[in-house]
């Protein structure tokens, strides 16, 4: 349809040329002409330069957000994680590995014990386990030599009693080739609770139990392809650093099989990050880079000359951030994506942004402002997939969320980083904090893209290159809105309600 010739809304040159920070709250879209149904919409995107993803998200390479669970789920759901650095390199790059051998839905870590444990070593634990796989040295990865579920030590009383004595020997088991789905067929048409997952070599990889199955039941199913690299397994990416320690790590990571990397650091727009991004170039060949993060035109176009394959946008934008407090500098996140995704647009660099990303709106608006994908750590910490354990306050179950720039997160890492650097003081820039229990990711992800095809939908764009191109253009129309209609826009005038978005 041809743009209307009325003076109705701004076009995104107009309205962030006026020397104001605006944030994705400030302002709004203007909805458009529709010809097509929200599941018309396809979100497929760049993650970098080579680099394709059909989900445009990222999980944040922060060490309360991104490991191998959480890693393997996005790609599982078409985006991808980042692996932290706050960690030996050797951690992080056992955590590649491992993002890239789980099957999603699949119980991970199950309890094995070796034949001679005994009895004891089941119960006493405060919550006994219902089970235990058996296998010859006792962990994964080892010859699978029984099963041991409450049937078999039920009416033993001795607790010194060996588990190979009362193990059921030879479980019914499956390959490791089957998809969630094929196990889970096979599951129930042996009428079976607990179902070992053995490689070729017999060697035990995972468990699939009953309450597995019911649990993935409940998610959506997934429409759209997993991310999966060259070869054969799901897409990881990582994040390093820019000291010269940083390039022994990438060697690491690397031959884990890390698919991308991601220079992580506050102000990308240094001479560190130049010399990094030319050595990969020069030292890996079909590595992609993601430089950053950067917030203004200047800085994109330095990286992009520099020659990175992806930008990551964002400074003081996060959740946890106190750069632009403690530091004054930054930029408000809408306006930061717009600038510098209009400079990367001219090279055909994709652009992530990164940071304050609080609900689908966000998404919406990021993504109309010209940036490729969303990176999100506050939205995804919390959930089952995030690492560390829940704990409950007031009776209300929490995870940690941190900044990598708060000291917690910096006395963790005590490499180079920080503390590696004695004669430097440390200044925080992020805190540490909790958040509350948010469930899985099979559940948050798909429900938010749909949200975010209907946001496009009422735009008239259907898919993110043509809202991309739309914007360019200036048909798409945007408003700032005053602070009275941000609270018009929000819920208001209730006595009480209850927030279920789905
Ligand atoms: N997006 C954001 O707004 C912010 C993010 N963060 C996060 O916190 C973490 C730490 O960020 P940064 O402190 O920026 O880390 P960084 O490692 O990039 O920088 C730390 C300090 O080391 C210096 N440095 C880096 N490479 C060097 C080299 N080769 N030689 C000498 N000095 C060098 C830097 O200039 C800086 O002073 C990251 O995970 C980052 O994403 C922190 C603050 C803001
Ligand atoms: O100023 C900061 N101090 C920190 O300690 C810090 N840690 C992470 N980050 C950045 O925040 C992003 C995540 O933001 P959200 O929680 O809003 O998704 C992340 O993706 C980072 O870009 C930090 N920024
Ligand atoms: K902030």
């Not at 104001?20 to 909805?31: E, G, N």
């Not at 309360?64 to 992080?92: D, F, R």
């Not at 029984?146 to 009383?157: H, K, P």
């Not at 009693?161 to 490791?176: F, G, H, L, R």
Request: proline share 3%; hydrophobic share 35%.
């Amino acid at each position: 349809m041809a743009s209307p010739d009325f003076e109705d809304g701004f076009s995104a040159q107009k309205l962030f040329n006026q020397g104001t920070s605006y944030t994705y709250d400030d302002v709004i879209l203007h909805p458009y002409f529709i010809d097509f149904p929200s599941e018309a919409v396809n979100l497929t995107t760049h993650l970098s330069k080579n680099i394709t993803l059909s989900t445009p998200c990222i999980s944040s390479p922060m060490d309360t957000i991104t490991e191998s669970s959480m890693a393997a789920t996005m790609a599982a759901l078409g985006g991808i994680g980042i692996v932290h650095c706050n960690n030996k390199p050797s951690e992080q790059a056992s955590i590649i590995q491992k993002a890239k051998s789980v099957c999603i839905g699949f119980t991970h870590d199950p309890l094995c014990l070796s034949p001679s444990d005994t009895l004891r070593t089941l119960t006493e634990d405060s919550s006994p386990s219902p089970y235990a796989l058996i296998t010859e040295s006792g962990t994964l990865n080892s010859k699978l030599l029984g099963i041991l579920t409450e049937r078999d030590f039920f009416s033993v009383n001795d607790l010194e009693t060996q588990v190979k004595d009362v193990m059921t020997k030879v479980p019914i088991c499956t390959s490791s080739k089957l998809s969630f789905d094929e196990a889970a067929a096979f599951l129930i048409s042996q009428k079976l609770k607990y179902l070992p997952i053995v490689s070729d070599d017999e060697l035990l990889v995972d468990l699939l139990t009953r309450e597995d199955v019911k649990r993935m039941r409940g998610f959506p199913p997934s429409s759209v392809a997993s991310s999966i690299g060259e070869d054969g397994k799901v897409l990881v990416g990582v994040a390093i650093g820019t000291r010269e320690s940083d390039k022994e790590r990438l060697e690491h990571v690397v031959k884990a099989g890390a698919n991308v990397v991601v220079l992580d650091s506050s102000q990308g727009d240094s001479i560190y990050q130049r010399e990094m991004i030319g050595y990969i170039k020069r030292t890996y060949q079909g590595l992609d880079v993601i430089a950053g993060n950067v917030v203004t035109a200047y800085q994109a176009q330095n990286l992009i000359k520099a020659g990175a394959d992806g930008l990551r946008v964002g400074m003081g934008s996060g959740s946890i951030c106190t750069t632009q407090e403690v530091c004054a500098v930054g930029r408000g996140q809408a306006t930061a994506v717009y600038k510098v995704a209009s400079v990367a647009k001219d090279y055909g660099i994709p652009v992530i942004a990164d940071g304050g990303i609080a609900n689908s709106g966000h998404i919406v608006k990021a993504l109309a402002l010209g940036a490729s994908t969303v990176m999100m750590g506050s939205f995804l910490a919390g959930t089952e997939e995030a690492p560390g354990s829940y704990f409950y306050q007031n009776g209300r179950r929490l995870k940690n969320y941190r900044g990598m720039g708060s000291l917690d997160a910096m006395l963790k890492g005590s490499d180079a980083r920080y503390l590696g650097d004695k004669s430097k003081l440390k200044i925080a820039q992020g805190v540490s904090g909790a958040v509350h229990d948010k469930g899985s990711i099979l559940k948050i992800i798909p429900y938010t893209m749909q949200a975010v095809r209907q946001g496009f939908q009422d735009l008239g764009v259907s898919s993110i290159q043509s809202a991309h191109d739309r914007c360019r253009s200036g048909a798409l129309k945007f408003e700032v809105r005053t602070g009275a209609a941000q609270v018009e826009g929000g819920i208001h005038d209730l006595v009480m309600y209850e927030k279920k978005t789905f």
